[in-house]
């Protein structure tokens, strides 16, 4: 990416981003800190979420908490701090989250009786007050969503990707039936593809989790997965079947219509700011951002170019135009900012579409209309722009979506032969292939190409036998490297 130093003339070349080309790692670096989304915290491993960062949380969160809803699920808290007795109830889920663990051993000077967990994630002490809550068939099903912070010790952070510290939604539930938890985690699973999808402008392979990359304690975890612009898999949300594992564990029981005495289902299911990671990913160029504007704090701005009455008035129309359509408009006033530095400014950020308003198109009657996605730029009159703009704001989140839906297609692969997978993994892409889901296959996978089974795929094997061990094939599996 190039910085303008003059408003429409000669472009003169200064370095603001690394190209994806040269180094993907660094260009994210690059986008995370010059569209001013986030910072490192004092504390290695933590973030500082910036106001521009935050607001484009703010609005999945809205989205997010709006589908959520819809399914009967209410929002609660719990608290940060977990003693450790409550994690080592299911043995699957203290080993493995045993290495993420932060563990206080001392408070206000002293020892404590017994240590405390900073929340890796709720299960265990909302599964304790399930136990009190549910007492009979009628109080089923119970749902509880969270909004909240939760600490896993990260080796190799990565700003929004992997953080010590980190926000995210966790949503529990809790069941008569075995088939009622399964459901629900399907359901979930639905509700997050359709937000990745419909809100994210993402394009995501759903699945099953293999046993190696399934939730520690769960019976079953479904995912969705989205491919980087690099060639690389993230996982950008996930529902548990817990079936009644945690149930026995925190003896939640309740007396049905009969009156026995029952163990209920519990699920869990949630999403991260690793998904504002997705979206830098799956959506930026070499200039920056490119939000989709379903979550673009701003979905338009209105550039005013001159301190002349007349143009500031013109700026000031549109801008409330827009708003009073509902579109989330701002006006960028900066006279004393260089138009190449005001233009920059919000390619990096993301802005889905620009309008400029100067003297010379207050004379020709007319605004010039700028689309991030493509970077195209056209007139329109001026009496018109705001409708031009909003009605370009559906075409771009449509477009977005379709980039990303092609990328992934153009770049998933079948492959029958572990040689062939071995050379190509490096390359970047998902790889399509039959499985036998024989046990330690998976460790031999990863041990040999750096790779790992994202998800189980509803679709025919593309070979009757396992890419790892030649036994008949039983699954057909998505692989690849992964954040």
């Not at 338009?300 to 000031?316: D, F, I, P, S």
């Not at 062939?420 to 970047?428: F, I, K, P, S």
Request: hydrophobic fraction near 40%.
């Amino acid at each position: 990416m190039c910085r303008r130093h003059t408003r429409r003339g000669r472009i003169v070349a200064t370095a603001v981003l690394t190209s994806q080309a040269e180094n993907f790692p660094a260009w994210y670096q690059d986008v995370v800190a010059r569209a001013e989304l986030a910072d490192n915290g004092p504390v290695r491993g933590t973030m500082v979420i910036r106001p521009w960062g935050y607001a484009i949380w703010e609005l999945m969160q809205a989205d997010m908490d709006r589908r959520i809803k819809a399914t009967g699920a209410q929002n609660a808290a719990f608290p940060l701090f977990i003693p450790m007795s409550f994690l080592e109830k299911e043995k699957q889920h203290v080993e493995g989250f045993s290495p993420e663990l932060a563990v206080v051993t001392h408070g206000g000077g002293e020892q404590l009786a017994e240590p405390l967990v900073v929340r890796p994630t709720s299960e265990t002490v909302i599964n304790h007050y399930f136990a009190k809550w549910v007492q009979s068939h009628r109080d089923l099903p119970l749902m509880i969503n969270l909004w909240n912070n939760v600490v896993r010790w990260e080796l190799r952070p990565r700003l929004f990707l992997r953080t010590t510290e980190f926000l995210w939604q966790e949503g529990h539930t809790v069941h008569a039936t075995y088939d009622d938890a399964v459901a629900e985690t399907r359901r979930m699973l639905e509700v997050y593809q359709r937000f990745m999808e419909e809100t994210l402008a993402i394009s995501v392979a759903v699945g099953e989790k293999s046993p190696d990359e399934r939730f520690a304690g769960a019976d079953h975890t479904f995912t969705c997965e989205a491919l980087m612009r690099d060639g690389k898999a993230l996982q950008m949300g996930t529902s548990h079947n817990l079936g009644h594992s945690f149930a026995r564990a925190f003896d939640i029981r309740y007396l049905d219509a009969r009156g026995h005495r029952r163990y209920a289902a519990t699920t869990s299911w949630g999403t991260s700011t690793r998904m504002i990671g997705g979206v830098i990913m799956v959506h930026g160029d070499d200039h920056g951002l490119r939000l989709p504007p379903s979550i673009a704090p701003h979905q338009v701005v209105v550039m005013q170019l001159g301190e002349e009455n007349e143009v500031a008035e013109a700026t000031e129309r549109i801008v409330a135009e827009l708003r009073a359509a509902g579109v989330r408009a701002h006006a960028d006033t900066r006279a004393h900012t260089s138009f190449g530095r005001r233009t920059v400014d919000w390619e990096l950020k993301g802005v889905p579409v620009r309008i400029e308003v100067g003297a010379r198109e207050l004379a020709a009657g007319q605004a010039t209309v700028v689309r991030r996605d493509t970077r195209t730029k056209r007139p329109v009159p001026l009496d018109g722009a705001a409708r031009a703009a909003e009605g370009l704001l559906e075409e771009i989140q449509r477009t977005l979506f379709e980039d990303s839906r092609t990328f992934r297609e153009q770049h998933t692969h079948p492959v029958t032969d572990l040689d062939e997978l071995t050379q190509r993994v490096g390359d970047g892409g998902l790889y399509l292939a039959a499985w036998s889901g024989a046990e330690g296959s998976e460790r031999a996978l990863s041990e040999g190409t750096g790779a790992t089974i994202r998800c189980i795929v509803d679709a025919d094997p593309p070979a009757p036998t396992c890419l790892m061990t030649g036994e008949p094939a039983k699954y057909t599996v998505l692989i690849g490297r992964a954040y």
